[in-house]
């Protein structure tokens, strides 16, 4: 079992800048792939960024890539994403997840999940 806990969400203005952090707890962190998703209202939870692997490979979204940086700590079980020149459509609840045998960009790929933190971009 793993336990995820985000933190480090905000309002901000757009053009601003967020660091989001996720401490993880539990099991042998470096075995698990780590991923972002973000959910705004009324919309399906989406794919932002992940990692994955002793090489840390990362992945984004097409929506975020060039703006947002995922990265990982492991002596901390921690995993960050680094949002910069932030716009009001990335708004949502950020999510960080984590899987021990697949490090694909769906949410049905991830067995554990954080409570999320609520991220606000004012126009």
């Known amino acids: 079992q793993v336990q995820l806990v985000e933190s480090g969400g905000g309002l901000v203005q757009a053009g601003g800048s967020l660091r989001l952090s996720c401490v993880a707890s539990?099991?042998?962190?470096?075995?698990?792939?780590m991923g972002w998703f973000r959910q705004a209202p009324g919309k399906e939870r989406e794919f932002v960024a992940r990692v994955w692997g002793s090489a840390m490979i990362t992945s984004y979204a097409d929506s975020v890539r060039g703006r947002f940086t995922i990265s990982r700590d492991n002596a901390k079980n921690t995993v960050f994403l680094q949002m910069n020149s932030l716009k009001a459509d990335d708004t949502a609840v950020y999510y960080c997840a984590a899987d021990r045998w697949r490090h694909g960009s769906s949410p049905r790929e991830y067995d554990y999940w954080g409570q999320g933190t609520q991220v606000t971009v004012s126009p």
């Open positions: 539990g099991r042998t962190f470096s075995n698990y792939a």
